[in-house]
């Protein structure tokens, strides 16, 4: 069955520090793949779609890789700050327009 | 300002009754999508429209009917049918396939 996994621990982190978070998954082919951030009782927002034909994506301290052979994804936020502390989602487009999304990571920047 | 609203923010009902959440965009979005969100789960797709008077149910549509007869908005009913229907409801658009979605802020639904 298709799997998206993502780190189910909370990764804490230092303000300045690089977080790492990764997304794995199986029984997949997918064309495209996003991520977002969910804070607490809200939607999640989008931050950034690489396509497999792209290794690599950067938006200001955003960094996403996308290795499909090893099947995962890694997002970076370098000199992470205590504002980016909140969920990170990654999601896989599917079929017709549907994602379907991990579990999610939380991630805890402190100063 | 664009965006998706939804309505109301909490929700609380009888077990028994169905109820409608309420999603309107102003993004000109032909796509629109309807999710649930359960403590310690992603978020899983229930029904999704790809254009007007069209759509199609997504992983887990027990229980739930949609409806698209305009562009602009897409009501989810919560039936008595669905077991477990307490989450928090999450509607989004895009634009085309693959493109980003973009999310309303949520409703909560409590049932009693």
């Known amino acids: 069955s298709q799997k998206i996994e993502q780190n189910s621990e909370a990764l804490n982190i230092q303000e300045g520090k690089t977080a790492t978070l990764t997304c794995n998954y199986t029984?997949?082919?997918?064309?495209?793949l996003q991520w977002y951030r969910q804070d607490p009782g809200r939607g999640p927002v989008f931050l950034l779609l690489i396509r497999e034909n792209e290794k690599e994506k950067r938006k200001e301290r955003l960094k996403v890789t996308f290795d499909t052979t090893l099947k995962q994804s890694l997002f970076h936020i370098t000199a992470s700050q205590p504002a980016d502390s909140a969920t990170y989602l990654c999601a896989l487009v599917i079929s017709g327009y549907a994602l379907n999304f991990g579990k999610g990571t939380s991630l805890l920047v402190t100063p | 300002d664009g965006g998706i609203t939804q309505s109301p923010k909490y929700l609380f009902r009888k077990e028994g009754q169905n109820v409608t959440l309420s999603c309107e965009q102003n993004l000109n979005h032909d796509a629109m999508y309807w999710y649930r969100q359960d403590p310690g789960q992603g978020l899983r797709l229930i029904y999704y429209?790809?254009?007007?008077?069209?759509?199609q149910k997504g992983d887990i549509a027990e229980g739930y009917s949609v409806s698209r007869e305009k562009k602009e908005s897409f009501p989810l009913t919560v039936t008595s049918a669905q077991k477990n229907p307490t989450a928090f409801y999450l509607c989004a658009s895009s634009i085309e396939r693959g493109n980003e979605q973009f999310f309303g802020p949520g409703t909560r639904l409590t049932v009693l």
């Open positions: 429209s790809q254009i007007v008077n069209d759509f």
């Open positions: 029984n997949y082919s997918p064309a495209y």
